[in-house]
């Protein structure tokens, strides 16, 4: 087999005839007289997707993007430009204008060196042509199929694959090489159910950096499952609650809790610039002494994961809080230095168009103690959310919101009555002090989370185990 | 690349989808460029330079679809991108609802629009302004002492639309935008917030200093926001955000939504859904508009309409797809809704509202996503000020406004006269009474 190197030379260089000198040249413009750091990012990505609608296939589209940026830095200041043809009068063009920041002056020639990466967390296949294109199709016709079978109730199933093969090429101010091959697969399943003029939908999915091998039909049974329960369960549902309660998070997609309420405030940039509400609290307690949680961008196929991150810098499992004291902060190389620190492997951009910033990889709280079962029987009166959607955070006043999907009240211990969707609002430092059981039911949300933070948006997953809340707003509307 | 050569490159792609086996054809090709600096903390953070391209095709082959683009415009990357396409539709099934829109649509008469506004702005005046702007920021309060920075902006694109009814349409635009973040702080507690203006001529944008200035003032002002106590009040709605309640009103009449039966409001065409004083008119015609454009995004010929006449419903958003899949008529909405205005219904801006509502709720912001389109359910984290005896009383957070959003259009009380001038949706303040506040 070839080695990932070879093949990303193959693929981002050779064509265009760019060799080690060239990329020594290119580089000693980024980080020319002054400049500090910088870097190079070759990329070239290709996309797939498959719609299915009315029973039937119609739709699909393929595309492919490829671009090299260009970024330069002195102190806090960032040049950044890129070019989106190879030709290399354009990359010089480009390396010149991102290292305009700095004046002009010699620049100097950097050897070019390799660093070996241990055990990939993923394949490098090409998910787009592992299979047969009209097994894509087969695949959502079964799904369909499965869906419609479930419940007569079912009127419309939406349901789509995508799948994306990524290659970068990153070169460092040192003039440290690295290379990756990022593969991404996912399936979203929409399923509009009707019974008596009311009308309301259910959604599931997954995926991960795989090829679509992993969708059998037992997984595409669980989907289907999934995306229908939750619709018919929303067709009883009664008006969700209003006011301060307690509220039990299930395990998996709820931990959107912890990317919202806690991930984002302790992101390097926000910290540096102490923009957020976490700045100033490290070795402090911000959570209750039964919550660790964890950013862990090493996970075999999961969708957040990478083998190096877009600074090539490899990934890391890095405790962000254990047993409820703040000990680390996610960092890129730009905001570690800043701060005194070393990168933890978080430095992403979305292309080789975007600014690189600290962003989450896989982020969760650690399993406890308890059964769920017995986390539920322990509430009196109360929300059980099991589901959720998206989320959103103000990093400085620290306020945040996610959106239950499916939720049901507790009462007496009991799960009675499915209620709507509502959003639940918090503050972020605050809000894991109230966290008094833990399950011990670790699960991360089945592969289809994005996260977005300035315009950028970048795959992530989120995850906790059913966790119960003390005190946290509902906003229903009853 | 000149725009003749972009015509070129696309006027060739097309005549080799056609020789090809391509039954229908359309292409797409935009290049656009620009530049971004931020201010943080009186120090240049980020200078940013964009240039790019992009090529889209879609092909009909017996009435199935298939569609690829890239951003590389070498001759052979282009025919590979084409040739993706038409295997896609060789392989999607047929839907007697696919196709071009039909030829007597296309546009026929050019307008000028005024939408390239170009400047001569410089990397280094725009450095300039943005220093400006967020140090106003920091003078307009004491407690302002930090900030997410001041952004300044400008950009340049061109792009060519053409299908095999021999339709060719082009769009030359521009953009300016400046914006500040800034962040006040008492006794440990830290508020952010924020003013913006984007426009297409460098002279159309508000002074930069008064920008950093008002956000300067918004963050002091939020610093000691308290919790509500779970309640029912009339809420009202600044003009900042007014207009999202809107989009979810467009988004729901969008025919995509309606032919997949995702939408509060199906069948609903002549019906109330508004009070009787509430009108909506879209002006795809707009001068200068951000959603202003003489042709669809499938070359259909765009015209000022209403979509709400005295709060009934009078027309839909639909592309030639979706009309032909719910047997009507393209809207030239293809790509979406144009410029849209809602009319005032008092000659009141936010100040005399506040005054008459004597007490309640005056959201200023909204966070999170918690809007269900198939039933309307709308359930949001806002924050705003308490409005007590027709005054600001206090600034809060943490709460949430919900309530559905069929009955919310309906118990909407006072259109304000105060629309903001950014965006496509211009509406001023909306007063509804009764919703659903969740606090303590």
């Given amino acids: 087999m070839q080695n990932i190197e070879e093949i990303v030379r193959s693929r981002l260089l050779d064509p265009y005839g760019i060799d080690d000198m060239d990329l020594q040249t290119m580089l000693g413009q980024v980080v020319s007289n002054g400049i500090e750091m910088g870097d190079i990012y070759f990329q070239s990505a290709e996309a797939e997707s498959w719609t299915l609608e009315d029973g039937q296939v119609k739709k699909s589209s393929y595309s492919s993007r490829q671009g090299v940026g260009f970024r330069s830095i002195i102190g806090e200041q960032t040049g950044l430009a890129y070019s989106e043809s190879f030709e290399k009068e354009s990359l010089m063009t480009a390396a010149k204008a991102a290292s305009s920041i700095a004046k002009a002056g010699k620049s100097e020639t950097l050897p070019i060196s390799k660093r070996d990466f241990g055990k990939p967390y993923y394949l490098a296949d090409n998910p787009i042509l592992s299979i047969d294109d009209q097994c894509k199709i087969d695949m959502l016709n079964r799904l369909d199929e499965k869906v419609r079978s479930l419940d007569s109730r079912v009127k419309e199933v939406i349901a789509s694959l995508a799948g994306a093969h990524g290659t970068v090429l990153i070169l460092n101010q040192d003039g440290r090489l690295a290379t990756d091959i990022r593969p991404m697969v996912r399936l979203s399943l929409s399923v509009i ?158 292309s080789y168009s975007a600014q690189t910033i600290p962003r989450m990889t896989n982020t969760f709280m650690l399993a406890g103690e308890h ?51 509502a959003m639940l609002i918090g503050d972020g430092p605050s809000a894991l002090h109230q966290v008094s059981m833990v399950g011990n039911d670790l699960a991360l949300d089945p592969g289809v989370g994005n996260c977005g933070k300035d315009g950028q948006t970048v795959p992530v997953n989120v995850g906790q185990p059913t966790m119960r809340i003390e005190k946290l707003t509902v906003g229903g509307t009853t | ?229 779970t309640q029912k009040a009339p809420v009202l709605f600044s003009p900042r955000i007014s207009k999202s309640l809107f989009s979810h009103f467009l988004n729901a009449i969008s025919g995509t939504s309606l032919y997949r039966k995702s939408s509060f409001l199906l069948d609903k065409i002549d019906e109330k859904i508004f009070p009787s004083f509430v009108q909506i008119h879209e002006n795809p015609h707009l001068k200068r508009g951000f959603a202003s454009t003489y042709f669809d995004a499938e070359g259909v010929q765009t015209n000022p309409r209403e979509l709400i006449q005295d709060g009934c419903l009078k027309g839909y958003l639909l592309s030639s797809y979706s009309a032909r899949r719910l047997g009507l008529k393209t809207t030239a909405n293809a790509g979406g809704h144009h410029n849209i205005k809602v009319e005032k219904s008092v000659d009141e801006g936010l100040d005399e509202i506040i005054k008459d509502m004597q007490s309640g709720f005056l959201v200023t912001g909204l966070i999170g996503s918690g809007v269900n389109i198939v039933n309307g359910d709308y359930s949001r984290g806002a924050n705003g000020f308490w409005i007590d005896n027709g005054e600001i009383a206090y600034p809060v957070n943490e709460v949430t406004v919900a309530g559905n959003l069929a009955e919310m259009f309906s118990k909407i009380q006072k259109i304000g006269n105060d629309p903001e001038t950014d965006g496509s949706v211009f509406c001023g303040s909306v007063l509804i009474d009764d919703l659903m506040i969740a606090g303590e």
């Fill in chain 1, 193 to 350: 159910a009707e019974d008596n003029g009311r009308i309301e939908r259910g959604t599931s999915g997954g995926g991960g950096r795989m090829t679509y091998d992993f969708m059998d039909d037992d997984q595409l049974g669980q989907y289907a499952k999934e995306a229908v329960d939750q619709a018919l369960i929303n067709l009883e549902a009664d008006e969700a609650p209003a006011g301060e309660m307690t509220v039990v998070l299930g395990s998996g997609w709820p931990g959107v809790l912890i990317h919202e309420a806690i991930g984002h405030g302790l992101e390097g940039d926000f910290n540096r610039k102490k923009t957020s509400a976490f700045s100033g609290l490290m070795g402090e307690m911000v959570a209750s002494p039964i919550c660790t949680i964890v950013d862990d961008g090493t996970i075999e196929d999961a969708r957040g994961s990478l083998n190096i991150d877009d600074e090539g810098n490899q990934t890391e499992r890095t405790v962000l809080i254990e047993n409820g004291k703040l000990c680390n902060y996610m960092q890129d190389n730009l905001n570690a230095k800043l701060m005194n620190t070393k990168s933890t492997g978080n430095g992403r951009r979305e």
């Fill in chain 2, 1 to 229: 690349m000149s725009q003749t050569e972009h015509i070129d490159i696309a006027s060739n792609a097309l005549s080799y989808a056609m020789k090809n086996g391509a039954e229908e054809a359309s292409i797409k090709l935009s290049t656009g460029n620009g530049f971004s600096v931020v201010s943080q903390n009186q120090a240049i953070d980020l200078v940013e330079q964009f240039n790019d391209q992009s090529f889209s095709i879609s092909v009909y082959i017996g009435k199935a679809i298939g569609s690829a683009s890239t951003n590389d415009f070498s001759e052979d990357q282009i025919q590979t991108t084409i040739d993706k396409a038409m295997n896609l539709s060789r392989l999607t099934k047929k839907d007697d609802c696919n196709g071009l829109a039909e030829k007597e649509l296309m546009a026929t008469e050019i307008r000028d629009l005024e939408l390239h506004q170009p400047s001569d702005l410089s990397i280094n005046k725009a450095k300039e302004m943005a220093l400006e702007c967020e140090a106003a920021a920091f003078d307009a309060n004491d407690l302002v002492v930090n900030s997410e920075g001041a952004t300044v902006g400008s950009y340049e694109s061109h792009s060519v639309y053409l299908n095999s009814h021999d339709f060719i349409g082009e769009t030359q635009s521009t953009g300016h935008n400046i914006s500040c973040v800034a962040i006040a702080e008492k006794e440990g507690q830290m508020e952010m917030d924020y003013d913006y203006s984007s426009t297409r001529g460098l002279d159309d944008l508000q002074d930069h200093v008064n920008i950093g200035r008002s956000a300067g003032n918004r963050a002091a002002s939020n610093l000691g926001a308290k919790k509500l106590k």
């Fill in chain 1, 371 to 421: 059964d769920q079962g017995e986390i539920i029987e322990s509430v009196d009166k109360g929300l059980y959310a099991k589901n959720f959607g998206g989320g959103q955070v103000d990093i400085t006043s620290g306020k945040f919101v996610f959106s239950a999907s499916e939720a049901y009240l507790i009462e007496k211990g009991k799960l009675t009555k499915p209620v709507k969707g």
